[in-house]
């Protein structure tokens, strides 16, 4: 897994969201998949959310994105995964309930394209909500479309929109998608519910889904989402 043009550009706007954040956590430890032209690109993007960047603030020696990170103004990230292997703080199977040791213990939450890969799905978008504190933010970078065979599932816009807005009562920054070869082409997502058949898109080639949302200081009470056109 790793940090894209396309999550690359979804970071940098957001970043406003995430200032004074003191601990985060990103689903599996992202290395950094810009380099030469790709990533001069993005250091050129970048000015247009007003930061000032150079390439050798964004790399790192083993390849991944503390640097990344840190540049853009996030607050420390630490990782999970289900192996040891690429060197996460955090070692656990998402297809079980984190340990309530973890819950609301961070600022920040960021499924960096893991819960596709996830069996239970459910029950990995459900350790993030977990994990994170009230009033912390939840973001997501996520195959949407045409990526047959990358993962167990491809996220539809009843995902952030029923369960994170609905069920959980998140305030909603951002929910867009973007074509991974038009990476500048960010086309917002509206609340698909009541549209019928859930506001139903057909795309050409993949597409990445992207959202940005805050949890409520006071919990609502939760009910298992439904597809929108369905309420």
């Not at 960047?53 to 995964?81: I, K, N, S, V, W």
């Not at 973001?139 to 996220?155: E, I, L």
């Amino acid at each position: 897994m790793g940090i894209s043009l396309i999550p690359a550009m979804f970071l940098a706007r957001n970043a406003p969201h995430v200032q004074g954040l003191a601990r985060g956590i990103i689903l599996g430890r992202q290395k950094l998949h810009m380099q030469g032209r790709k990533l001069d690109r993005f250091v050129k993007a970048a000015t247009l959310h007003g930061f000032q960047l150079t390439t050798d603030r964004l790399t790192q020696p083993d390849g991944f994105t503390e640097a990344l990170f840190a540049a853009l103004g996030y607050p420390p990230m630490e990782a999970m995964d289900f192996t040891d292997k690429e060197g996460a703080q955090h070692i656990h199977d998402l297809n079980l309930p984190v340990p309530e040791a973890l819950h609301e213990r961070f600022d920040l939450v960021i499924d960096g394209g893991t819960t596709e890969h996830i069996f239970y799905i459910g029950q990995a978008i459900d350790n993030c909500h977990a994990m994170l504190k009230p009033g912390g933010v939840m973001m997501g970078f996520v195959a949407c479309d045409g990526w047959f065979g990358h993962g167990f599932f491809q996220t539809g816009p009843d995902v952030p929109w029923r369960y994170w807005h609905h069920a959980r009562g998140y305030q909603m920054l951002e929910v867009s998608i973007v074509p991974r070869l038009m990476p500048r082409l960010i086309t917002p997502i509206e609340d698909p519910t009541g549209q019928p058949r859930g506001g139903e898109r057909f795309l050409k080639g993949p597409h990445m889904l992207l959202f940005a949302c805050r949890k409520p200081l006071t919990a609502v009470p939760y009910r298992p989402p439904i597809q929108g056109h369905y309420v």
